[in-house]
């Protein structure tokens, strides 16, 4: 089977983030999951926000910013990097918008964190488990709904309840945070909150909560001079040893070692869900196209 990948990850942003106006080689994959950003569709800026799945072909033009929007920046997405006759054939199957909204599958999301997961293991060759993977994910995106107008206003009511459950999460994220809490915010029973919110952004409510924290003592390691267990304090975390432990599972480098680990240029804010930080997995290909 010909089929490669060059680079598979989850992307976190709370900070404006953009890149350059450059064509990728390959093809280019990218589901928003999480708050929203703006991208280049069809020569023009378009608003990207949860069930976007947005599709280049090899030489497209792709543009990507994210920044403040409802005076919060925050933007969540699966991307990754392929190319060989099998996705050809795949792309040539059905005409592929370059933008379409799809229905945040639990299914189809565990399989592209599944496909993260094999992407960033080093110990063994499992490239053949990465290609069927690969094209699984593929196939389950065609087997999708697409939003149509019939579920426009339900499916809109939806996305109001999780935006207001989002919302009050951000708000009391480095705090103790209740289910319940989050519920009585939008109106809901602890269980359609949770039901709700998983089905329409792909986390849990925690681990919802646990991404902000994360991302917030991301930053603060990065660009303060504060000390770890102070962050990790501020951010949520009841113990150190705690914060260590979820943040080197998160990121691959404990905190300290990314105090200390320089920055790539044009790979901040790409972090793996499992492997290492700042993309460490990527071809060589995608490393230029992504660093250029």
């Avoid at 681990?207 to 001079?225: H, M, V």
């Amino acid at each position: 089977m010909d089929l490669r990948l060059h680079a598979c990850a989850y992307s976190f942003h709370t900070l404006p983030f953009k890149t350059s106006f450059k064509p990728p080689p390959f093809f280019l994959l990218r589901l928003q999951v999480v708050g929203s950003c703006q991208a280049l569709v069809n020569g023009k800026m378009k608003l990207i926000e949860p069930g976007d799945l947005l599709i280049y072909r090899p030489g497209e033009p792709y543009h990507l910013e994210v920044g403040a929007m409802d005076g919060k920046t925050e933007s969540g997405d699966y991307f990754m990097l392929c190319e060989g006759s099998w996705i050809e054939e795949w792309w040539k199957e059905k005409t592929r918008p370059i933008q379409q909204k799809i229905h945040l599958d639990a299914g189809m999301l565990s399989l592209w964190q599944q496909l993260n997961i094999e992407h960033h293991r080093r110990v063994q060759d499992n490239s053949e488990l990465i290609r069927h993977l690969l094209c699984a994910l593929c196939l389950s995106l065609d087997r999708l709904p697409v939003d149509s107008g019939s579920r426009e206003d339900d499916q809109g009511h939806s996305n109001e309840i999780v935006m207001l459950m989002r919302r009050y999460i951000n708000e009391h994220a480095l705090r103790p945070l209740r289910v319940m809490d989050v519920a009585e915010a939008a109106g809901l029973s602890v269980s359609r909150a949770v039901h709700l919110f998983k089905e329409l952004t792909g986390y849990t409510i925690i681990q919802y909560a646990q991404e902000i924290r994360l991302s917030n003592a991301l930053e603060q390691i990065r660009y303060t001079d504060l000390g770890l267990e102070n962050i990790a304090g501020s951010c949520g975390f009841g113990t150190y040893s705690y914060f260590h432990k979820v943040f080197k599972a998160r990121y691959g480098l404990s905190p300290s070692e990314v105090r200390n680990r320089p920055l790539e240029p044009g790979l901040e804010g790409v972090f793996a869900t499992a492997g290492t930080v700042n993309g460490a997995n990527l071809s060589p290909d995608a490393r230029r196209f992504l660093t250029s």
